[in-house]
């Protein structure tokens, strides 16, 4: 299997795991073995000099912040990674007879209607969804009209145990709040946050059971940013009643501010149906203060 994005926050974790179940071709922008998806050559010399079945695409340009700046513009980073390089890596996989997983995200929902399943039309409102969730339903399109053996692997707020080259959602909340910067958090936005270390087990059993398609993997349990950060800063001994709250439908009366789902997260019914049952967002939070001894940061 060829690993994309082989030192990204979820890809990094996704080999750690698989390496013993997976023969991995580890490949990254910076990795022993160079690959920029956004230049078709690098691409098809990288797929002319491995063998492999399966192709894992975690490279993407995934600042959702930074990508609303780039808003339109189809000459910014973020849509040259993520619909430039997906289509590079897709007219590769096409033209090779490879098989592709794409790691996709909630984000390419507009968050009126969730949770969300698989079958949901992506947006609808396009004006509600941001640039980076835009750029991602174009990839996914790419790949549903180019390929006929593909995965897409939806994930949403991923957080994992320790990993210091980029914060998630749970090291960015214990990082502000030790230094007691930690800003009010959402209490009327719905989530369903994903621990990374279900990826790996999940895509086993999705490739060794021969399925294809769009598939969600999330906590099956919703929650609330609010929530979620006052029991993170909780079970690693911190005070939750110092988390505040705050109104996600106040924030996205500033137009200057990136759209983002209100009513959003996932449903994970299908992979449930395989006999996958994805790790609940609180059980999950106890697991990387093991996997941490205490200390995510």
Known sequence: MAVVGSLSMVGSRFCELSSGSFSLIKTDLKGD????ITQGDSVNVFFKNHDFEWLILFSAFTD?????KQ????????????????????????????KLIFISTDFVFDGSAGPYHEDDPT??????????????IEAEN?????LANFLIL???????????????????????????Q????????????????????????LISSGQEGIFHLVSSRPTTPFEFAKDTVKIFGGN??????????????????????????????????????????QEGIKIIYKQSAGKLI
């Open 33 to 36: 073995i160079s690959i920029d």
């Open 64 to 68: 959702v912040d930074g990508a609303e």
């Open 71 to 98: 808003r339109g513009d189809k000459n910014g980073l973020c849509y040259l990674v993520n619909v430039g390089g997906t289509a590079n890596v897709v007219d590769a996989c096409k033209s090779s007879n490879r």
């Open 123 to 136: 947006g609808p409102d396009l004006k509600k969804v941001s640039w980076y969730g835009l750029t991602k």
């Open 142 to 146: 790419y790949i549903r009209e180019n």
């Open 154 to 180: 939806r994930i949403a707020y991923p957080y994992r145990g320790r990993f210091t080259a980029k914060d998630d959602i749970a090291k960015r909340i214990l990082r502000l709040y030790l230094k007691n």
């Open 182 to 205: 930690l800003y009010p958090m959402f209490s009327d936005q719905v989530i369903t946050p994903t621990f990374i270390d279900d990826l790996f087990p999940a895509v086993k059993l």
């Open 240 to 281: 939750p009643n110092k988390v505040k709250s705050a109104s996600i439908i106040e924030f996205l009366k500033n137009p200057a501010n990136t759209p983002r789902s209100i009513n959003g997260g996932l449903k994970v019914d299908k992979i449930k149906a395989l006999g996958f049952k994805p790790t609940d967002w």
